[in-house]
């Protein structure tokens, strides 16, 4: 019986009744890793062996009369949550050897609830991409279409999910990395608000916006696992104690009565016409379903990727100087002397687009250009975040393109380094103001994914997880499978 | 304009070395991203407060107590060069 692409829900129920084990759920997701990631190249970390072992501890817990809902379900993690004794690279040479002491709390939190990690996901170096290109392990390809892009940084996250490697996978989204590739692989991905979730083993790359998420086959999964991911922790002071609710339990509340804003500034020239269509339709779906829809502007949307590419760099280049070649991390050959460990090991350790971002970041926190830039920035994103909260006064979610086109090709030349931040319009308001934010399949352009962006309340996880799986309810974009013919 | 002079000396502040091959390329995507910032200098400020993060005023923090996370000789596993639970670097001092 194949378990590919079954949903968390049913695969709990399945444990529960005891017509499958967490063993077979795993021996599968190993198989498939194993037929489609010399191509897609999702997973950069397989670790089968350990999963199986959990996996019988799991159907040992079972026996018992222990029915927890993610109990023997297997998952995969971003590169980027720290894991113990697993390898841990963020895509960077840099990392290329770090096998870290420590869980991330995520990857406690998940342990603990019971779910099986069976390794670790592709993505951009040190998250930053939109494409999944600067990992250095290579690139992601698209299940949809292997000479696309997955998007990034969770490229490699929504690939697997979307190809039915595991039912779940981790990502982390600073300034759209959930969503754009949850949306350009045709997956539901859900960045929550900012502290809702532990930062704490997560590798920082912009600490005021970097948050952790769900990625998954629908709004439900994505619910089961907030459950268990969401909540206070004493190791990140950023992390708020606001009580977590039972996101699965308020799915089936109806919407009508709904307050849905649309801002014209989401349907602007950046947008894709065909793209633009699939979500017009979706937004009148949730009309359908007993939504208001209603007009609004967010006239700072532009601006926002000038805010967020000044702060975003500024915030890594602080970051990423721990990374030294002293106490842990890539350390160049036989230095001359200290200073030529630390230019030369960073300088070999980091690739292209990283060393982009610190030398900008750098420079905007130079003592000449900081209040020309960064804080600068920072008021602007002041006067973002009362933009978006004034229009989340009058409405109770925001619609709109998660992403401005459908998946790009690898190795687009044609696209400028300003041209690849743009990729980010519509997903950067939400880091910014720290809002969560969730991506749904809504369609298809020319047999490319298409996602739908809403934008919630800060803490208001339950209300979009609820309004994604109505509209889920109602349509089967979420149950979508690409071919794979090219993969096979 | 930006000089190729400054982003080099930038790149000194960040511990990174440009080649003499690289910094024309360097200095003009380092210009390319710093025209995207122009759109801000154009937005009344006045007044306005930074905002660091978007963290709630009063940040949940715990009592400072002494424990043990990780061992130190978890830590020292990952060092580049290490003795006696030491980190190694070249002589600073002759």
């Given at each position: 019986m194949?378990?590919?692409?079954k949903s968390?829900?049913?695969?709990?129920?399945?444990?529960?009744?005891?017509?499958?084990?967490?063993?077979?759920?795993?021996?599968?997701?190993?198989?498939?890793?194993?037929t489609?990631?010399?191509?897609?190249?999702?997973?950069?970390?397989?670790?089968?062996?350990?999963?199986?072992a959990n996996?019988?501890q799991?159907?040992?817990k079972?026996?018992?009369?222990?029915?927890?809902p993610?109990?023997g379900?297997?998952?995969?993690?971003k590169?980027?949550f720290c894991?113990?004794g697993?390898r841990?690279?963020?895509?960077?040479?840099?990392l290329?050897d770090f096998v870290?002491?420590y869980?991330?709390?995520?990857v406690q939190?998940?342990?603990?609830?019971?779910m099986?990690n069976?390794?670790?996901?592709?993505?951009?170096?040190?998250?930053?991409?939109s494409s999944n290109?600067?990992s250095?392990?290579?690139?992601?390809?698209?299940?949809w279409d292997m000479?696309r892009?997955?998007g990034?940084?969770s490229?490699g996250?929504?690939?697997?999910?979307a190809s039915g490697?595991?039912?779940l996978?981790t990502?982390t989204?600073t300034?759209?990395s959930?969503?754009q590739?949850?949306?350009?692989?045709?997956?539901?991905?859900l960045?929550?608000?900012y502290?809702?979730?532990?930062?704490y083993?997560m590798?920082a790359?912009?600490?005021?916006?970097d948050?952790?998420g769900p990625m998954a086959q629908?709004?439900?999964?994505c619910a089961?696992?907030?459950?268990a991911?969401?909540g206070?922790?004493?190791?990140d002071?950023t992390?708020?104690?606001?009580?977590?609710p039972n996101?699965?339990?308020?799915l089936e509340?109806?919407?009508?009565g709904?307050?849905v804003?649309?801002?014209?500034?989401?349907?602007?020239?950046?947008?894709?016409t065909?793209v633009?269509?699939v979500?017009?339709?979706?937004i009148?779906?949730l009309?359908?379903?007993g939504?208001?829809?209603k007009a609004v502007?967010?006239?700072?949307?532009d601006l926002?990727?000038?805010?967020?590419?000044?702060?975003?760099?500024?915030e890594?280049?602080?970051n990423?100087?721990r990374?030294?070649?002293?106490?842990?991390?890539?350390?160049?050959e036989?230095?001359n002397?200290?200073q030529?460990?630390y230019f030369?090991?960073?300088t070999e350790g980091?690739g292209?687009?990283?060393k982009?971002?610190i030398l900008?970041g750098t420079?905007?926190?130079?003592a000449?250009?900081?209040?020309?830039?960064f804080?600068?920035?920072q008021?602007v994103?002041h006067?973002?975040?009362q933009e978006?909260?004034?229009v989340?006064?009058e409405?109770?979610?925001?619609?709109?393109p998660a992403?401005?086109?459908?998946?790009?090709?690898l190795?687009?030349?044609?696209?400028?380094i300003?041209?690849m931040?743009?990729e980010?319009v519509f997903t950067i308001?939400?880091?910014l103001?720290?809002l969560?934010?969730?991506?749904?399949?809504?369609?298809?352009v020319?047999?490319?994914?298409?996602?739908?962006?809403?934008?919630?309340?800060?803490f208001g996880?339950?209300?979009?997880?609820?309004v994604?799986h109505?509209?889920?309810?109602r349509?089967d974009?979420?149950?979508?499978r690409?071919t794979l013919?090219?993969v096979r | 304009?930006t000089?190729?002079?400054?982003?080099k000396?930038?790149?000194v502040?960040?511990?990174?070395?440009?080649s003499?091959?690289d910094?024309?390329?360097?200095t003009a995507?380092?210009?390319?991203t710093?025209a995207?910032?122009?759109?801000?200098?154009?937005?009344?400020?006045q007044?306005?407060?930074?905002m660091?993060n978007?963290?709630?005023?009063n940040?949940?923090?715990r009592?400072d107590?002494?424990r043990?996370l990780?061992?130190?000789?978890?830590?020292?596993?990952n060092?580049?060069?290490?003795?006696e639970?030491y980190?190694?670097?070249?002589?600073?001092?002759?």
């Amino acid at each position: 019986m194949s378990l590919t692409f079954k949903s968390i829900a049913t695969l709990s129920h399945d444990l529960k009744t005891g017509e499958v084990s967490s063993r077979q759920l795993v021996e599968q997701a190993v198989a498939r890793i194993e037929t489609l990631n010399p191509q897609l190249n999702a997973v950069v970390c397989l670790e089968a062996e350990q999963a199986l072992a959990n996996a019988d501890q799991a159907d040992a817990k079972r026996a018992k009369g222990e029915h927890s809902p993610l109990l023997g379900i297997p998952m995969l993690h971003k590169d980027i949550f720290c894991t113990q004794g697993m390898r841990t690279t963020c895509g960077s040479k840099m990392l290329k050897d770090f096998v870290p002491p420590y869980d991330a709390t995520v990857v406690q939190k998940l342990r603990a609830a019971g779910m099986i990690n069976l390794g670790k996901c592709n993505m951009d170096e040190f998250a930053m991409g939109s494409s999944n290109e600067t990992s250095v392990f290579g690139a992601c390809k698209n299940p949809w279409d292997m000479t696309r892009v997955p998007g990034g940084s969770s490229g490699g996250s929504a690939a697997a999910v979307a190809s039915g490697m595991v039912p779940l996978a981790t990502g982390t989204d600073t300034g759209g990395s959930i969503r754009q590739p949850a949306a350009l692989c045709g997956i539901t991905g859900l960045k929550p608000t900012y502290g809702r979730v532990s930062r704490y083993g997560m590798i920082a790359f912009a600490s005021s916006m970097d948050q952790a998420g769900p990625m998954a086959q629908s709004a439900q999964d994505c619910a089961l696992v907030l459950n268990a991911m969401a909540g206070h922790d004493p190791l990140d002071s950023t992390c708020d104690n606001t009580p977590v609710p039972n996101y699965h339990q308020t799915l089936e509340h109806p919407i009508a009565g709904l307050r849905v804003g649309v801002p014209k500034e989401f349907f602007s020239s950046h947008l894709d016409t065909a793209v633009a269509t699939v979500i017009d339709t979706a937004i009148r779906e949730l009309e359908r379903a007993g939504a208001t829809i209603k007009a609004v502007s967010l006239p700072s949307t532009d601006l926002a990727v000038s805010t967020y590419y000044v702060i975003a760099p500024a915030e890594a280049s602080a970051n990423l100087s721990r990374y030294d070649g002293v106490r842990y991390g890539y350390r160049c050959e036989a230095p001359n002397d200290l200073q030529d460990l630390y230019f030369r090991s960073r300088t070999e350790g980091f690739g292209a687009e990283v060393k982009r971002r610190i030398l900008v970041g750098t420079f905007t926190l130079s003592a000449a250009s900081y209040d020309q830039y960064f804080m600068k920035a920072q008021q602007v994103r002041h006067l973002i975040t009362q933009e978006y909260d004034h229009v989340l006064d009058e409405v109770d979610v925001i619609a709109g393109p998660a992403a401005p086109n459908t998946a790009f090709a690898l190795n687009d030349t044609s696209k400028s380094i300003t041209d690849m931040y743009m990729e980010d319009v519509f997903t950067i308001g939400a880091n910014l103001a720290g809002l969560p934010a969730i991506s749904l399949p809504a369609g298809l352009v020319n047999g490319l994914p298409v996602g739908l962006q809403l934008i919630g309340r800060r803490f208001g996880e339950a209300q979009l997880l609820n309004v994604a799986h109505q509209f889920q309810n109602r349509t089967d974009w979420h149950t979508r499978r690409p071919t794979l013919e090219a993969v096979r | 304009m930006t000089q190729a002079s400054t982003v080099k000396d930038v790149a000194v502040l960040a511990r990174l070395t440009i080649s003499e091959h690289d910094i024309e390329n360097v200095t003009a995507e380092f210009n390319q991203t710093l025209a995207l910032f122009d759109a801000l200098q154009s937005v009344d400020t006045q007044g306005v407060a930074p905002m660091v993060n978007p963290c709630k005023a009063n940040q949940p923090l715990r009592t400072d107590s002494v424990r043990t996370l990780v061992s130190r000789e978890g830590l020292m596993k990952n060092a580049p060069s290490e003795e006696e639970n030491y980190f190694l670097v070249p002589r600073v001092i002759d």
